[in-house]
């Protein structure tokens, strides 16, 4: 229809108040035609009457035609510039509510094109609010990654944050080290080892794609490794560069909604990233931790691992155990066999100590070819114990040079707290290396408590 003015409802009353007044003038030659005599009818009274007629019914048509079709319009445009100035401040403050669905829904009464304009808006708010919970979802899940360069740390909270986001029931995150995945973090599972060897996992890593297992609920599933009866586990590897990272998993009563997969993905490249980081900024800990001769802890780290095993024995009022030992007539190994087969022999004593301590039992390397062991929960007695079976281990090790074989022997000093009394762990070192001196000043290769 050809356009008058630039307001529709303008064009509208022009039109239908034209068609009435047409309707006006062409009305008394139909009554004419209708058997009544012109002489009454085409008269400039009548003309007038029913133009009049037509002008009037023209304008209750615009009426009805502002009042139904155009109070749904108005309403149509204030829930827009509703939504315009409530994406402004979403923008600015980061505050979904502004515009949540149950507040800029519109309410859908007709069948009609009306309607389907409704229908179509309302989907539009639900896809932005759907787009706006995405992204304060990868907003915080970023920022608490950013945050974060402990593996351990990291992994857990990554972990947290993913099933939140992801409406999920329980989960894991395997991190890939060492050419095998271990558990980095795991919450409602049941068996969280039994995911390592999962053949879903492993086909994840080997496709480089997202695995989804459906479980349908008319199927009774043995085994399964969360507390309740999943009936969706996603399964998300994690790539940095092409080298395989980890494993996400994730369990859902109620399945994953497309939203929510979608979500995942933009997780998944921010926690590629930072993982990454995090993975460097462990084994950059352990280089900083390790003698890089033995590979046990060096003097600054395992000095601090005292300070925090003499501090937990002091609140919680349990024993804990120092020894300190060197190997004896060290020097004459290096003089007689050499700086090489002498770091050799440094070797073999810290793996032959590794062997005779208890799990939870700390050793470093405390200068030269000096050695200590943190002892958690063991008393003086104990201390003797772990002491003398270390003595006799070294005594029965050897360390071959070409075709002669290098045997040594070991002096220890042992001592115990509560039962010597001290209020730093600084005197306990200093109890052992007194007993460890009175050790080689009576006879070397025996051991003797502080």
């Given at each position: 229809m050809i356009r008058l003015t630039r307001k529709v409802f303008t064009d509208l009353a022009i039109w239908m108040t034209g068609l009435g007044l047409?309707?006006?003038l062409v009305f008394p030659f139909f009554v004419v035609m209708m058997g009544v005599e012109s002489g009454h009818v085409l008269t400039p009274w009548f003309f007038a009457a029913t133009m009049t007629a037509g002008f009037i019914v023209g304008g209750a048509n615009i009426w009805l035609a502002r009042e139904v079709v155009g109070s749904r319009l108005r309403t149509l445009a204030d829930h827009m510039k509703m939504v315009e100035t409530s994406l402004r401040e979403i923008s600015r403050t980061g505050n979904l509510e502004q515009?949540?669905?149950?507040?800029c829904f519109i309410t859908v009464d007709s069948n009609d094109e009306l309607g389907e304009s409704g229908r179509a808006f309302n989907y539009l708010i639900e896809a932005l609010a759907a787009l706006h919970r995405s992204d304060a979802a990868v907003r915080a899940f970023t920022g608490?990654?950013?945050?974060q360069l402990e593996l351990e740390t990291l992994t857990t909270q990554a972990l947290q944050q993913l099933l939140q986001h992801t409406n999920a029931n329980a989960g894991?995150?395997?991190i890939a080290s060492g050419g095998e995945l271990k558990i980095g973090a795991s919450q409602g599972i049941r068996t969280p080892a039994a995911i390592v060897d999962s053949d879903h996992v492993r086909r994840a890593l080997q496709t480089g794609s997202r695995l989804s297992v459906a479980l349908p609920d008319d199927v009774a599933v043995e085994g399964v490794l969360t507390d309740f009866r999943p009936r969706e586990v996603l399964v998300e590897p994690i790539f940095y560069k092409g080298v395989a990272l980890g494993v996400i998993v994730l369990a859902s009563a109620a399945g994953f909604s497309d939203e929510v997969k979608s979500r995942l993905d933009l997780f998944c490249q921010g926690m590629a990233l930072a993982l990454n980081n995090a993975l460097t900024h462990d084994r950059l800990q352990k280089i900083a931790a390790l003698d890089p001769l033995t590979g046990i802890y060096n003097r600054r780290f395992g000095m601090a691992r005292l300070s925090e095993e003499f501090g937990r024995a002091v609140r919680a009022t349990t024993p804990v155990g120092v020894l300190m030992f060197d190997i004896d007539h060290f020097k004459k190994v290096?003089?007689?066999?050499g700086h090489l087969a002498g770091d050799r022999v440094l070797i073999q004593v810290a793996k032959t100590a590794r062997a005779a301590l208890r799990e939870g039992d700390i050793l470093m390397r405390y200068g030269g070819e000096e050695f200590l062991i943190i002892l958690p929960g063991a008393s003086k007695e104990d201390s003797l114990g772990v002491g003398e079976k270390l003595r006799r281990m070294v005594e029965d090790s050897s360390v071959a040079d070409g075709d002669?074989?290098?045997?040594?022997t070991i002096?220890?000093?042992a001592t115990s707290y509560p039962e010597f009394e001290v209020t730093a762990d600084q005197e306990l070192v200093k109890r052992a290396d007194e007993a460890l001196y009175q050790a080689k000043e009576t006879g070397r290769n025996k051991v003797i408590a502080g």
């Amino acid at each position: 229809m050809i356009r008058l003015t630039r307001k529709v409802f303008t064009d509208l009353a022009i039109w239908m108040t034209g068609l009435g007044l047409m309707m006006g003038l062409v009305f008394p030659f139909f009554v004419v035609m209708m058997g009544v005599e012109s002489g009454h009818v085409l008269t400039p009274w009548f003309f007038a009457a029913t133009m009049t007629a037509g002008f009037i019914v023209g304008g209750a048509n615009i009426w009805l035609a502002r009042e139904v079709v155009g109070s749904r319009l108005r309403t149509l445009a204030d829930h827009m510039k509703m939504v315009e100035t409530s994406l402004r401040e979403i923008s600015r403050t980061g505050n979904l509510e502004q515009c949540a669905p149950e507040t800029c829904f519109i309410t859908v009464d007709s069948n009609d094109e009306l309607g389907e304009s409704g229908r179509a808006f309302n989907y539009l708010i639900e896809a932005l609010a759907a787009l706006h919970r995405s992204d304060a979802a990868v907003r915080a899940f970023t920022g608490m990654l950013s945050s974060q360069l402990e593996l351990e740390t990291l992994t857990t909270q990554a972990l947290q944050q993913l099933l939140q986001h992801t409406n999920a029931n329980a989960g894991a995150l395997l991190i890939a080290s060492g050419g095998e995945l271990k558990i980095g973090a795991s919450q409602g599972i049941r068996t969280p080892a039994a995911i390592v060897d999962s053949d879903h996992v492993r086909r994840a890593l080997q496709t480089g794609s997202r695995l989804s297992v459906a479980l349908p609920d008319d199927v009774a599933v043995e085994g399964v490794l969360t507390d309740f009866r999943p009936r969706e586990v996603l399964v998300e590897p994690i790539f940095y560069k092409g080298v395989a990272l980890g494993v996400i998993v994730l369990a859902s009563a109620a399945g994953f909604s497309d939203e929510v997969k979608s979500r995942l993905d933009l997780f998944c490249q921010g926690m590629a990233l930072a993982l990454n980081n995090a993975l460097t900024h462990d084994r950059l800990q352990k280089i900083a931790a390790l003698d890089p001769l033995t590979g046990i802890y060096n003097r600054r780290f395992g000095m601090a691992r005292l300070s925090e095993e003499f501090g937990r024995a002091v609140r919680a009022t349990t024993p804990v155990g120092v020894l300190m030992f060197d190997i004896d007539h060290f020097k004459k190994v290096n003089d007689t066999y050499g700086h090489l087969a002498g770091d050799r022999v440094l070797i073999q004593v810290a793996k032959t100590a590794r062997a005779a301590l208890r799990e939870g039992d700390i050793l470093m390397r405390y200068g030269g070819e000096e050695f200590l062991i943190i002892l958690p929960g063991a008393s003086k007695e104990d201390s003797l114990g772990v002491g003398e079976k270390l003595r006799r281990m070294v005594e029965d090790s050897s360390v071959a040079d070409g075709d002669q074989v290098i045997r040594v022997t070991i002096s220890v000093g042992a001592t115990s707290y509560p039962e010597f009394e001290v209020t730093a762990d600084q005197e306990l070192v200093k109890r052992a290396d007194e007993a460890l001196y009175q050790a080689k000043e009576t006879g070397r290769n025996k051991v003797i408590a502080g």
